[in-house]
């Protein structure tokens, strides 16, 4: 069965990669650090560097966090709900780190979803984003991982994910497109399947056109 062959091969990497409920190795971390301001000839001595490697290794256990979360267990617990209409949270702030660059992309992510018969804790979709943005990411896997997840943990008739992020590793370097906001969607079920459905969260996230 499809569906059952995409959970085994996205499961796993989704629920975590690294240690559960551990972190970053802080230590190691510092130690690069070192290395890559001594490789770019930096003085490792300046006085405004001294704090710089044990600063970054507080930042990357941060912003690496949801290696070691479990997305999964944050939706686990559901409620019995006769509400069959479009549940929308709109406006998820994330920040996400670019795995190609280790730069840093942020935006915004519109969830819905179509219940049926069971709905989450609206506070868990923000953390949920949180887990899967906290990882070296790129924004068109985090989208397809946002909504199978969703798809697997909730069996609702429908999930749209959509993100909208400026990605720093192309305002500062490269072809240098300031303010070029980059917008990926995954739609499941009923909101791949209904044009209907789709027109009806497209106008309540960017208003009637
Ligand atoms: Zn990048």
Redesign the pocket.
Known sequence: MAHSASRSRTSDSIARNGEPGGEADRARIEAAVRELLLAIGEDLEREGLQETPARVARMYAEMFSGLHADPRQLLSKTFTQKYDEMVLVRDIEFASM????L?P?MGKAHIAYLPAGRIVGLSKLPRVVEALAHRPQVQERMTEELADLLMEELNPRGVAVVLEAV?T??TIRGVRKPGGVCTTSAMRGIFRDNQATRNELMALIYGPR
């Open positions: 670019c795995e190609h660059h730069l992309f990605h590793c192309m």
